[in-house]
């Protein structure tokens, strides 16, 4: 089991910089690939970026590289996902999550959620 809290959500400028944090709790969190993914109003949640237990594979969606960069901690038990150059378009709730596989960018691999942290950006 894992239970995990996102944080650091928040109302910012375009062009301007996030990060959000995922605190997990339970055993064996290296174990677990994490991801963010995110949800804007009227649509479908979103993949966002994911790493794998190790650090060593990381995925993004097209649209965040080069500007969002996720990284663990496994001795914390923390993910992030830094957030710079924000646009409009990345308003959203973003939710971390994990998965027992290496690293995917499928939510339906994803068996635990956190509950969310919303993110805006004003142009």
């Known amino acids: 089991q894992v239970q995990l809290v996102e944080s650091g959500g928040g109302l910012v400028q375009a062009g301007g910089s996030l990060r959000l944090s995922c605190a997990a709790s339970?055993?064996?969190?290296?174990?677990?690939?994490m991801g963010w993914f995110r949800q804007a109003p009227g649509k479908e949640r979103e993949f966002v970026a994911a790493?794998?237990?190790?650090?060593?594979?990381?995925y993004y969606i097209g649209s965040v590289k080069g500007r969002f960069t996720i990284s663990r901690d496994n001795a914390k038990k923390t993910v992030s996902l830094q957030m710079n150059s924000l646009k409009p378009e990345d308003t959203a709730v973003y939710y971390c999550?994990?998965?027992?596989?290496?690293?995917?960018?499928?939510?339906?691999?994803?068996?635990?959620w956190g509950q969310g942290t919303q993110v805006t950006v004003s142009s």
């Open positions: 999550a994990a998965s027992i596989q290496v690293y995917s960018n499928d939510a339906r691999e994803y068996a635990y």
């Open positions: 339970g055993r064996t969190f290296s174990n677990y690939a």
């Open positions: 790493i794998s237990g190790n650090s060593r594979r990381l």
